[in-house]
């Protein structure tokens, strides 16, 4: 349901009949990448461009603008009044569900779009009342937590905000779970996020005590409380008891419990970062057969973030993610591979050149052993190298030795899968000398969606000679909607915003109507679009002439461009997430709204 949003895990990383291919580092990446594109600063950044905003300003001084995100004077005039009158009467449920997800994540008229999201929840088709629910967390004021509270609690005041039902939908409860995490993080009262905190523990201790509890539910209450800032660590103690008491009959629920805690705690001082890492490596002492295999996966994800150049306890950290990459191949292989990524981010904390660095890069240029290991090496190394940059601690073009051996092994590779991975590790260390090679990629490799992640390194790197094979690119995917989105994200982190009006052309061809192109357009013009996209996307929203799904698409378009945040508010949920363990929520509804 939605359309594809960035982060779908879409396409062949889901073989045939066999499920998810964890072993892609295809997957990780898909939860993670929201961190290292920074997609909002960069499309919003003017570049010195004057973009004068109304008349007057053609006369002050006021006549450059500080970026070009919609001020709430834009999006009154062409974005809400469309929105809130198709999340009221648009007929269909696909145009109200789009309508009420772009309200939430616009966030303005707070308390009019929350009214609109709460009888949405009465909604007779119980799709809208999910994205209700979780629309009230994007949204994320105080007066959240009335109509979430009586959602998570199934009692009277919940049912009757659902229409009288029996009983509160259980995905509407876990989405509401999530609905207050999200909340949680962005309301600054102690007060709230004391009771958020409360409410979701409660919720946890509640949901184990029925025989019919549903893991989606505390799945939902533990990722919620990694959101929520937890200063006295409240929810990091109530955490580790839960996981000391259940980890060996949950341990599909337990597993998400290492991430959040370590989401807690990762800004911590040392001794309370120690503590749980102690724990952590006690527990991967202990033999694989006690120490399940989806929780050896969570813990792999909290090292990585626990664990910091120069920390007392890196050492034996960093022995026991090596001993996981090399051991876990075989029974655990998902906590192997991130365990190499784990060992990428706690290189990025250090000097460049390290032990560890030189052991991802031996990794990474094997002639033998498992071929997939390969790229996950790479991308371990395009991640260290990312985050030393970030610390101004990288090395300069001229003496980075690892980035010239990552390119150097790219004429080597014949595996499309491994040759994109290779591609995006380069662009994280923004190694400009590697644009030709990559501009190479891109025209040799013909599986379209391994090929859709050459863009992204060749954003990544920042090279304007790729500018043009970027937008021919596009043109050449009109019916192909993985390599489209990913040309437009390319072409967007090069601060090239030339396609929109042939986007906007795309969304409204009828022959699009209701196919993944459709969906893929409307995510590159919010990806790519800024205040200048809001007129033209108004107006396919308002013409009832148009299709219900090309109206829905530039709802969701609008919804992007509106964001205020950073950070979109789905990659809250999937950053660090142990996607081993996943739960029908997040596959089903969390990526589709």
């Given amino acids: ?24 580092w295809r997957y990780w990446w898909e939860f993670n990448r929201d961190r290292f594109l920074d997609l909002r600063t960069k499309v919003a950044a003017t570049d010195g461009v004057r973009t004068p905003r109304t008349a007057d300003d053609l006369l002050s001084s006021g006549a450059v603008r500080k970026n070009l995100q919609p001020t709430i004077e834009e999006l009154s005039a062409h974005a809400l009044p469309a929105l809130f009158e198709a999340a009221e009467n648009g007929g269909s449920p696909f145009l109200r569900i789009a309508s009420l997800r772009a309200l939430a994540r616009i966030g303005a008229e707070s308390t009019r779009t929350l009214d609109a999201l709460v009888r949405g929840l009465a909604d007779k088709e119980v799709s809208v009342a999910e994205a209700a629910a979780l629309g009230i967390g994007i949204l994320g004021i105080p007066e959240s937590l009335h109509p979430l509270r009586a959602l998570l609690e199934d009692e009277t005041d919940g049912r009757k905000l659902v229409g009288g039902r029996s009983e509160v939908p259980w995905r509407v409860r876990t989405l509401a779970a999530y609905a207050v995490g999200l909340t949680g993080e962005r309301v600054s009262n102690p007060h ?137 191949s075989g029974k655990s292989p998902e906590a192997g591979l ?17 032990d560890v660095e030189k052991l991802l890069l031996e990794r990474a240029s094997a002639r033998s052993g498992r071929v997939a290991s390969r790229a996950w090496a790479a991308l371990a190394l395009g991640i260290a190298g990312f985050d030393q940059r970030a610390r101004a601690a990288a090395l300069s073009e001229d003496k980075d030795f690892i980035s010239k051996m990552l390119l150097e092994k790219i004429p080597e590779i014949r595996d499309p ?43 990544l790197v920042q090279d304007s000679q790729a500018t043009e094979p970027l937008k021919k690119a596009l043109e050449e995917s009109k019916r192909r909607q993985w390599m489209l989105f990913h040309s437009a994200v390319g072409l967007a982190l090069l601060g090239d915003k030339s396609v929109i009006p042939q986007l906007l052309q795309l969304l409204a061809d009828p022959d699009n109507d209701g196919s993944l192109v459709q969906s893929a357009v409307a995510d590159a013009l919010g990806v790519i679009g800024d205040h200048r996209t809001l007129p033209a996307l108004g107006a396919l929203l308002k013409d009832t002439k148009k ?9 969701t378009a609008l919804g992007i461009v509106g964001d205020p945040a950073l950070v979109p508010w789905h990659a809250r949920i999937t950053s660090q997430f142990n996607y081993a363990a996943s739960v029908e929520t997040v596959n089903d509804f969390i990526w589709g709204y």
Wanted: charged share 20%; with cysteine.
């Fill in 338 to 354: 991130l365990a190499l990524i784990s060992l990428g981010e706690i290189c990025g904390t250090g000097a460049p050149g390290g």
């Fill in 547 to 555: 299709s219900t799904s090309c109206r829905a698409s530039a709802a």
């Fill in 1 to 24: 349901m939605g359309p594809i949003t960035p982060g779908t895990p879409v396409g062949p990383l889901t073989g045939a009949n066999a499920g998810p291919n964890l072993e892609s």
């Fill in 192 to 328: 709230y996020r004391a009771r958020a905190q409360e409410m979701l523990l409660q919720l946890l201790s509640k949901e184990s005590a029925r025989r019919s509890a549903h893991r989606d539910i505390k799945v939902a209450a533990i990722v919620a409380l990694g959101l929520i800032p937890d200063f006295e660590f409240k929810a990091a103690l109530g955490l580790q008891k839960y996981l000391s008491e259940n980890w060996e009959r949950e341990d599909l629920v337990c597993a998400h419990i290492p991430p959040a805690i370590a989401g807690l705690l990762k800004n911590a001082p040392p001794p309370e970062r120690g503590r749980f890492v102690t724990e952590i490596l006690g527990h991967l002492e202990r033999s694989q057969k006690k120490a399940k295999r989806l929780l050896r996966a969570g813990y792999a994800i909290a090292l990585g973030q626990l664990v910091r150049s120069g920390d007392p306890f890196e050492p034996q950290a960093v022995g026991a993610l090596r001993a996981m990459a090399e051991g876990d």
């Fill in 417 to 459: 899968e491994q040759a994109a991975g290779f591609c995006v590790a380069l662009g994280l260390r923004s190694h400009k000398p590697a644009a030709t090679a990559l501009l190479r990629q891109l025209s040799e490799i013909r599986d379209e969606e391994h090929r859709g992640y050459v863009p992204i390194g060749l954003g």
